[in-house]
């Protein structure tokens, strides 16, 4: 049996134990609402040229099944249509859906990064993640494939190396705006290696003439350091190191 949730009016840490992905058909985008979708997103790559219009996968509901569970509802789409959250009055507008992972230090702290200027959201904070992205094929969507996503995202921003079956299901996030995101916990593992992988990785981007997708790397244990970070951060991070040290 399920149960719909309703959009929090904070950010809310929801305990789970398993996730069941249902594809659902996409909403239909009057013409009026293209135009100006088309319009904001060519203004924005205009100003960032490193955006691209790639394939994602955006949230179109959430319910409770069981008490630890839950059934999300996704649907395919590109960057483009979240161009449509700057179109006042836009009704086809979707919530994101994003997978990220908590990397605790020995002592721990979690690791958290700040987003380079080449990115969508540049000076941001954040845990190491990124959009959920729609399988290829035939190959199935579901916790197995949000798992080797969240452990490449890791990799690719980080520089270190996990297998996906070392990432457990831990949390999801929920925000106002009904955006989901699917946290993975990953084993804990001393801060000097963590530095040193990260170094390894800007150092390789580098040298190939690329800008690594997180500009700067920090190890932080409450929400009050949150606030010490040079830049903005995205609404869960407070609310997840609250959640991580009472447990």
């Known amino acids: 049996m399920t149960e719909p949730l309703p959009r929090p009016s904070r950010v809310e840490l929801l305990e789970i134990d398993r996730i069941r992905l249902v594809e659902t058909a996409p909403p239909q985008v009057p013409p009026e609402e293209r135009e100006a979708m088309n319009r904001v997103w060519e203004q924005a790559v205009r100003a960032n040229p490193s955006l691209f219009d790639g394939p994602a996968v ?9 008490a630890r569970g839950l059934v999300l509802s996704w649907v395919r789409t590109t960057y483009r249509h979240y161009a449509l959250r700057r179109v006042p009055g836009a009704t086809a507008s979707l919530p994101s859906l994003f997978v990220a992972v908590v990397q605790p230090t020995d002592d721990g702290r979690l690791l958290v990064g700040r987003m380079s200027a080449s990115t969508a959201s540049p000076g941001r904070w954040q845990l190491p993640g990124g959009s959920a992205e729609p399988p290829q094929g035939r190959e199935a969507f579901d916790t197995a494939a949000l798992r080797r996503h969240a452990a490449r995202e890791l990799a690719e921003e980080t520089g270190v190396d996990t297998a996906p079956g070392e990432l457990r299901l831990w949390l999801v996030t929920h925000d106002e705006e009904g955006h989901v995101g699917v946290l993975f916990l990953a084993p804990r593992r001393p801060e000097s290696l963590l530095r040193e ?48 040290h009472s447990v």
Not at 58 to 66: K, M, P
Not at 210 to 228: C, D, K, N, T, Y
């Open 197 to 244: 992988r990260y170094a390894a990785l800007v150092s390789s981007e580098t040298a190939h003439g690329r800008e690594p997708e997180l500009a700067q790397i920090a190890f932080v244990r409450s929400p009050s350091e949150v606030a010490g970070l040079d830049g903005t951060h995205v609404a869960y991070l407070k609310p997840l190191l609250a959640h991580w």
């Open 58 to 66: 955006a949230c179109a509901g959430l319910e409770r099944e069981g």
